[in-house]
């Protein structure tokens, strides 16, 4: 059983649309972070979202923090053929960061 | 500046041969990792190295694994018989210290025949 799921698994969409994808916990978590993979790359981190309730943007992408601080949701609007990627939520959990399994984007052209 | 390196990016061998992965981590970071990820899965945790702590292990699959970090800098991942299901791609992280954000590899994309 995944520490962190992440739904949907696979996402494909037009260049333009909207997409939401979701990390779900029943664990509460004193912070949270979003990672973005592409092809033969390590992730890179995009945002870390600490206060039950925060929400914080980076452009066309707003990241949300649950209140109880058990999930966290990513929206990207105006979906861009560049957004295409693996997308990674994260908890710290002792020494380690613990990943869901992500969700693989693709936008088309 | 230079980010973390990893050498050789593919490694493809037979099974129960050793194999031998390599991290550069970035000039100065103290805090050192190593995680696996297989096809359809999240990051798995393997080792944790800062400074001269003793490692943390907790996540290594097997005996067969080990890793260890030269002179607070290169670390190496040591996989010994490996077999089928270690087919897998190994991420090495750095951070600056403890808990501080960790920045990733390439990879070594390993392929056990």
């Known amino acids: 059983t995944q520490l962190l799921e992440q739904s949907p698994q696979f996402l494909s969409i037009q260049e333009g649309e909207n997409l939401t994808v979701y990390c779900n916990s029943s664990?509460?978590?004193?912070?949270l972070q979003w990672y973005r993979q592409e092809p033969g790359e390590g992730p890179v981190l995009l945002v870390t979202v600490v206060t039950g309730g925060e929400v914080k943007k980076l452009k066309r992408l707003t990241f949300q923090f649950g209140d109880a601080r058990k999930d966290s949701s990513l929206h990207i609007t105006a979906a861009q053929t560049g957004d295409t990627g693996l997308y990674l939520c994260a908890a710290r959990y002792g020494n380690k960061l613990v990943f869901g399994a992500g969700t693989i984007l693709r936008v088309k052209s | 500046g230079a980010g973390v390196s990893q050498s050789p990016s593919n490694k493809v061998t037979e099974k129960g041969k050793d194999v031998e992965l390599r991290c550069d981590p970035i000039?100065?970071?103290?805090?050192l990792y190593w995680y696996r990820q297989s096809l359809g899965q999240g990051l798995e945790f393997l080792i944790y190295f800062q400074g001269n702590s003793a490692p943390d292990k907790s996540g290594l699959p097997s005996d067969r694994f080990s890793a260890e970090r030269t002179g607070g800098s290169v670390s190496t991942l040591t996989i010994q018989r490996t077999q089928q299901e270690d087919s897998a791609v190994y991420l090495c992280?750095?951070?600056?210290?403890?808990?501080?954000?960790?920045?990733f590899g390439p990879g070594t994309r390993l392929l056990v025949l």
């Open positions: 664990s509460v978590f004193s912070s």
């Open positions: 992280a750095s951070s600056l210290g403890h808990q501080e954000t960790q920045y």
């Open positions: 000039s100065g970071h103290t805090a």
